[in-house]
């Protein structure tokens, strides 16, 4: 009931809020509030690149007070009704004050629970996977098998494809709607060969519009399992993320809302980036009723997070959140390199351990070579993930930066031009579950590695 009263008084807000077109909110509104906020808080060019990992508890909480004025002062703006939908601070303490700090997903052996963290906590976080990386539609259910066979992914999402038995998917259309279902359906097939079948699910990976949710919602109706809902950069919505969010409701499901934010886009600088995301992970929930958001930034040079100003600015906004609020986020790291190479491992590896030790509460994992290329996603993925993702808990900062700071140079070269990989036939072997010998060697170097820096791993196989 709340998430729908919040809904009511956010689409009436739609409706009669302030106009601004979109050009001025992304030239003018949103730009110069933030600038505004950079100076008077004195954060301008405050990112330290040695440092990747932020350690400076005051500087992440100077960075909140600057964001939650910045969420104030802008609010979130509708792009069909060019409103913008503006929260008041009683609002904004309110939904605040009665966020969930913890939920119970899923059920039986399966169930997990999410549960608010902070900085350098013990308690793991959960691991959601995959992020939506296409495969070969005969290839969806032995991959979900594979990924959900391994204890160290907590969550499905899981691989899209483009098909129907074949036939090509029209976005917008009813083959969408059709393709939610048909989804569903092959989910539990896989979840119940792996032997999870009460493992919750997050809706739908293989999803353009509101249509495909629409056509897969009601298979996860019952199961504790999560309705999603990704808004356009920075500080947008539209009424297909709203209809995403209401048929979420509908099905009594919970919600998981996000916004990304961009390093050199409208918000500026890796500081300006860090404002917007902390703005959206305070307003989300207020203006949207997630029960935790799913807010991260990128830089628009490689449409990635794994390079310095990326970590930086993800760390110091999840440390600004996670120190300030009860608010439980999932988080996003953007790998650039493929299967079967050295710098996937070492990318997520550095991107997972700094959203651990910043208090990080899920993540979203993984997005092989950005998510460019058809079949480029493995198991093996998912379970380095989850496995390097857990075992970061209780790390320091200051351990988890010493050990980035080794790691970082195995790949910040090709950080531009990164290596491909392999696709999952050429690296996989779906009859048995394990990857080639050559991806098996890769991983077994760069785990020992991570493992003589100070990462708690085991040292056996995930398989």
Not at 28 to 43: E, F, N, S
Not at 276 to 296: E, F, K, Q, R
Not at 418 to 427: A, M, V, Y
Request: proline share 6%; charged share 25%.
């Amino acid at each position: 009931m709340k998430s729908m009263m919040t809904l009511i008084n956010t689409l009436e807000k739609t409706d009669h809020g302030p106009y601004c077109s979109e050009f001025d909110w992304d030239n003018k509104v949103l730009p110069r509030a933030v600038k505004d906020k950079l100076k008077k808080y004195g954060l301008e060019k405050t990112c330290v690149t040695d440092n990747p990992i932020n350690c400076d508890d005051d500087l992440a909480d100077t960075f909140f007070k600057a964001g939650y004025e910045l969420a104030l002062e802008l609010g979130i703006y509708c792009r069909d009704t060019e409103r913008i939908i503006k929260v008041s601070e009683e609002e904004l303490e309110a939904s605040l004050r009665y966020a969930p700090s913890e939920i119970t997903l899923g059920t039986g052996e399966d169930e997990v629970v999410l549960k608010k963290r902070n900085p350098e906590d013990p308690h793991p976080p959960l691991l959601e996977a995959s992020l939506c990386i296409t495969v070969d539609e005969d290839l969806y259910v032995p991959m979900v098998e594979g990924i959900a066979k391994n204890r160290h992914v907590d969550i499905l999402h899981g691989p899209s494809f483009a098909t129907i038995k074949g036939r090509e998917v029209r976005t917008g259309t009813p083959w969408e709607t059709l393709q939610g279902r048909y989804e569903a359906e092959l989910r539990k097939e896989a979840l119940w060969r792996a032997g999870r079948p009460g493992m919750p699910s997050l809706a739908m990976a293989t999803t353009n519009t509101e249509y495909s949710n629409l056509g897969g919602l009601p298979a996860l109706s019952e199961g504790n399992n999560i309705a999603i809902s990704l808004n356009p950069p920075e500080l947008k919505t539209t009424y297909g993320n709203i209809h995403r969010v209401v048929q979420g409701i509908n099905y009594g499901l919970y919600l998981r809302v996000a916004c990304s934010s961009f390093i050199g886009g409208y918000a500026g600088p890796t500081e300006g980036a860090v404002l917007t995301n902390i703005a959206s992970d305070l307003l989300i929930p207020a203006v949207l009723g997630a029960h935790y958001t799913g807010s991260y930034i990128y830089d628009t040079r490689y449409f990635g997070n794994i390079g310095r100003n990326a970590l930086w600015a993800n760390s110091v906004s999840i440390q600004a959140v996670s120190r300030n609020t009860n608010l439980m986020r999932s988080k996003i790291v953007n790998e650039n390199a493929g299967p079967c190479t050295e710098e996937f491992l070492y990318q997520a590896a550095v991107g997972l351990m700094n959203h651990c030790v910043s208090g990080a509460e899920s993540s979203i994992q993984p997005r092989s070579a950005a998510g460019k290329y058809p079949n480029h996603i493995t198991p093996v993925e998912c379970w380095w993930c989850g496995e390097v993702f857990k075992a970061c808990a209780g790390l320091t900062r200051k351990k988890a930066n010493e050990i980035a700071n080794v790691l970082i140079p195995k790949y910040e070269d090709r950080l531009y031009d990164p290596p491909k990989g392999k696709s999952n036939r050429e690296c996989f072997d779906f009859s048995t579950f394990t990857p080639t010998k050559e991806y098996q060697a890769i991983y077994n170097k760069v785990k020992q590695e991570c493992i003589d820096l100070g990462i708690p791993l085991n040292p056996a196989s995930s398989w």
